[in-house]
């Protein structure tokens, strides 16, 4: 990875243009406003305003009775949000210029929550474009940054609320780029390591990703020594955060594990872990929730994605894409594909990373090719477009009404009443 003068410049320029960039991802907070998000944000604030975890004094007992809560747990230590505790750790930093806010403030103001995911999400989009700047030309680095950031579900989760996702897309993209970059400098592996083991301590599914990267360090005689420093720190993160879950929790599933041994009762799936072949179809081409749906502008990184996984590739950018087809495999496990009451394909949101890097490894049309140029043309437009009606337009109601997505998901493959229509249809009446 070499960084010249002239992209030194335009990197500057990025940075510089980080609180635009933010600021212009801050503007429907009702997207990320749920139980869950809210949980990660309060806990993240109590680490840097009280030095703990446990945040009972964001949910006062007048306020909540002690029945249950979704998004946090009781137990008899105290009030735990259900996320994984890497998450809220990594956002905390980004708390410590509202310490002195009152606990209760904190948790019921959606701007402030929001306006955290956003910063978060526009130090992930300067690392890929650091990243990509390295690997790529100039403008395509740009290009494929910008399609990330505008014209993916990136805008309406990773930028909207403080998820799993938002954290660990943080983690996941230094980690590849630190990945890249031990292929010239084997003594990056160790950190690369590390980064992609926080990503997957925040989303268990990028396991595959600090796995492979531990693997190509072993597989690296440059320098000997450097894969089991690698191994032993991805093990030792990953144990460190399975003793959290069990130390917070008793399970070492975490505070989803209640979430996940009653899935049935609250959703129509038989369990949580359920495998079929249309979920991945599912994923990808639903009417509602299917990536290339959302984002038909993702159809050109699969030429990436094939380039990359030939035997002439190199063998990091191999580990690399199969890293990537491999959590995009495991969601084929997910029951709930479809992430909830969200606008997009949440779940597609963890391999957005790959996206980028398939992205970057594809030819892009030329004006020789003016018919592909168009089609991608449109097919940026249209991805654009989805995002900016979701913030101006969500929530539309489609997840409630007539029923939940949650009790009837076979409303998701419905072509006549889509989320996208029904977003559509609210856009136009404002």
Known sequence: MHLDARRLTVLAALVLAAPWVAHFYTGNPRLGALPETIAAGVTAHALVAAGTVDVSAYYPPEAFPRGPLYGVARRPTGLY??????????????????????????????????????????????????????????????????????????????????????????????????????????????????????ATACRPILVPAALLVAWDAVRDRRRPGVGIVTVTLVTAIGALALFANWYLHGTLLGGRGPIVTSIARTHDVPSYFHFTPWTWAAL????????????????????????????????????????????????????????????????MADVLPFFAFWLARTPLPRRARAPLALLFAVALAWSVAVYEIAVRAYPCGWNADPVSID???ERLWSPRDTELARCWTAFRRR
């Not at 290009?143 to 799993?164: D, H, K, M, S, Y």
């Not at 590849?176 to 084997?186: I, M, N």
């Not at 990184?301 to 094939?306: C, D, E, K, S, T």
């Open 81 to 198: 949000g259900i996320e994984p505790i890497t998450s809220p750790l990594t956002f905390a930093p980004f708390f410590a210029p509202y310490r002195s806010l009152p606990p209760p403030a904190v948790r019921i103001d959606w701007t402030l929550l929001h306006t955290i995911a956003a910063r978060v999400a526009t130090l992930t989009l300067l690392v890929l474009a650091v990243w990509l700047t390295g690997i790529t030309s100039l403008p395509r680095a740009l290009l494929v940054t910008t399609i990330i950031g505008v014209a993916t579900c990136f805008r309406t989760i990773n930028a909207a609320g403080l998820w799993q996702h938002t954290s660990s897309a943080l983690w996941a993209v230094s980690g590849l780029a630190l990945w890249s970059a031990a292929a010239g400098r084997p003594a990056l592996y160790p950190l690369a390591g590390t980064a992609l083991a926080l």
């Open 284 to 347: 990808l081409a639903a009417p509602s929730r299917g990536l290339f749906v959302y984002s038909p502008v993702l159809l050109f990184a699969l030429p990436g994605l094939v380039h990359t996984l030939r035997a002439s590739a190199p063998a990091t950018e191999r580990l690399m894409s199969l890293a990537g087809v491999l959590v995009f495999a495991l969601y084929g496990f997910i029951a709930t594909w479809w992430g909830g009451w969200v606008f997009g394909p949440r779940y």
């Open 407 to 409: 009790a009837a998901p």
